[in-house]
């Protein structure tokens, strides 16, 4: 690590998006605004990270992180793959509170994926952040695996402030992004090919269920194809 105190706050520049990037390959943790809250985050492939973010929060293990990218372009380098048509309604709904859950390939490299104990492959929910700064930490740093920066059960951050109060220097980098617009949820879509329209609603937010359905059908199906 450089000499730079861990907990500093620093505005989103080149230089703190080149010190965030060479955080999370180092294994550090960083909290960063996103198009919701503030997030804290780490390398996805990194083990001794997520556990720290997991430790550092008080999150039940059972509870999933989730991915930010900042495009779908990057999920094949990680070895996600969305299958259809949850590709077509990414294509509609990304950047966004759309959150399509994608299946891990033999060759996947992440640390956070959700287990199936039958032996089915693994799966990932990821999001692309409606936030052109967000998608700027993202594109410096690639993928990460995110939370919410508070301890579980407490208010999410909506400051760079909140979220040094709830964890110090416990975070190597917070990015100042001012204030979030707090939390919206996130239409979390899985595929299934039994299901209506291919697809099933795991949690219906921002984006309704009916807006989604319909988006399948558009153009004979064809969206985003």
Do not use: W
Not at 24 to 35: F, M, Q, S
Not at 44 to 58: F, G, M, V
């Amino acid at each position: 690590m450089s000499d730079m105190s861990k907990g500093a706050t620093m505005k989103v520049t080149g230089e703190s998006l080149d010190e965030a990037a060479r955080i999370v390959r180092e294994g550090g943790l960083i909290v960063i605004p996103t198009d919701t809250v503030y997030g804290v985050a780490c390398d996805p492939r990194n083990t001794d990270a997520i556990d720290r973010i997991y430790r550092l929060k008080r999150r039940p293990r059972y509870k999933a992180l989730q991915v930010l990218l900042a495009s779908t372009d990057e999920l094949a380098a990680i070895g996600l793959e969305l299958p259809s048509p949850l590709n077509r309604l990414s294509a509609a709904f990304l950047p966004g509170a759309f959150s399509p859950i994608a299946v891990a390939r033999p060759d996947c490299t992440l640390r956070t994926l959700a287990d199936t104990a039958d032996g089915r492959p693994g799966t990932q929910g990821i999001r692309i952040p409606n936030s052109a700064l967000t998608l700027d930490i993202l594109r410096a740093t690639g993928p990460l695996a995110a939370s919410s920066a508070n301890r579980s059960g407490d208010e999410s951050a909506q400051t760079v402030e909140e979220a040094v109060e709830a964890f110090g220097d416990a975070v190597d980098l917070y990015l100042d992004g001012g204030p979030t617009q707090g939390h919206v949820s996130s239409t979390v879509v899985k595929a299934d090919p039994y299901a209506r329209d291919g697809i099933e609603i795991l949690r219906e937010g921002v984006i309704p269920q009916g807006v989604i359905r319909q988006a399948l059908h558009l153009n004979g199906g064809g969206l985003g194809a």
